[in-house]
């Protein structure tokens, strides 16, 4: 991979990622159009690092608090019941799931699931699903309202982006707005609770650059200024994304990702590209 696909791959990396229509079909569909084979799963999980950090950075106040009140817990020092403790233990909770399938479905995660066909139906389908938890959730609970029971929940429609085309943040809000919360505490979880299986995620995919796997034609330079422009564009979307969803609905981002479905459906029916 040359830089100037990086670049480019990096600002889509960074422009989609916290947006409900899926960064890894951006990042996939317009690699090829730029005459890249698919990226891969290790370009895609190692540029998702810059993206996160851009999440610990825009929340900083809200995860070193729940940070430092989980350990206080431990220690007993603070008592279990404390929202911002409770909070430590949902994200670890919600975690699961996708850490557990990831791991054991991690060669189809590279390999099968990555057909633009399943992308480009997943496009469809998550789109209509969004639409209809918007329609029928009440986005009445916030943050403060979340249980054990939905915790695991919202790891359950998490896991679900494990499969490109879904989109991390589109099938954790979904989730979210099903289960009744509103369209801000559903995104602002979403982006929390995807903290630990993104860096778990990414850091394994280094790891298995440094030992020479899972690199194809991208060398540590091109993975490396497509994160960093990930982050900076990343950071900007988070703030402009958080406050769009106080006064709108998903409806647009809706409507763009079954045009995008359709178009793909039509690139490969025609073998513009190679699913």
């Known amino acids: 991979m040359d830089y100037l696909t990086a670049i480019i791959l990096g600002l889509l990396q960074g422009l989609t990622e916290f947006l409900p229509i899926s960064s ?33 950075i825009y929340f900083w106040n809200d995860i070193t608090t729940i940070i430092r009140k ?98 991390r943040s589109g099938g954790t809000i979904a989730g979210g707005l099903f289960m009744g919360y509103t369209r801000k505490t559903a995104a602002r979880y979403s982006f929390l609770l995807a903290i630990p299986a993104v860096i778990a995620s990414g850091g394994l995919q280094v790891v298995k650059i440094a030992g020479g796997e899972g690199t ?6 091109p993975i490396l200024v497509a994160t960093a422009i990930a982050f900076v564009v990343g950071y900007a979307v988070i703030a402009w994304f958080m406050k769009f969803i106080e006064t709108h609905t998903f409806t647009l981002f809706m409507v763009y990702r079954i045009v995008l479905a359709l178009v793909l459906f039509a690139l490969l029916g025609t073998g513009v590209l190679a699913a």
């Open 70 to 167: 989980w350990f206080l817990a431990l220690a007993g020092k603070v008592s279990q019941d404390d929202p911002d403790v409770r909070m430590g233990w949902l994200v670890i909770i919600g975690t699961i799931p996708i850490g557990l399938l990831g791991l054991l479905f991690q060669d189809q995660i590279e390999s099968t699931l990555r057909s633009l066909w399943i992308t480009a139906t997943m496009l469809l389908v998550f789109a209509l699903v969004i639409m209809a938890a918007e329609r029928v959730g009440t986005q009445r609970r916030e943050l403060a309202d979340l249980t054990w029971k939905h915790g695991i929940l919202y790891g359950l429609w998490q896991a679900l982006a494990l499969i490109p085309g879904v989109s």
């Open 216 to 221: 194809g034609e991208t060398g540590w330079g």
């Open 24 to 56: 890894s079909a951006h990042v996939s569909i317009v690699g090829q159009l730029l005459g890249q084979e698919d990226p891969g799963a290790a370009f895609t999980a190692i540029t998702q690092l810059g993206t996160e950090l851009a999440v610990v």
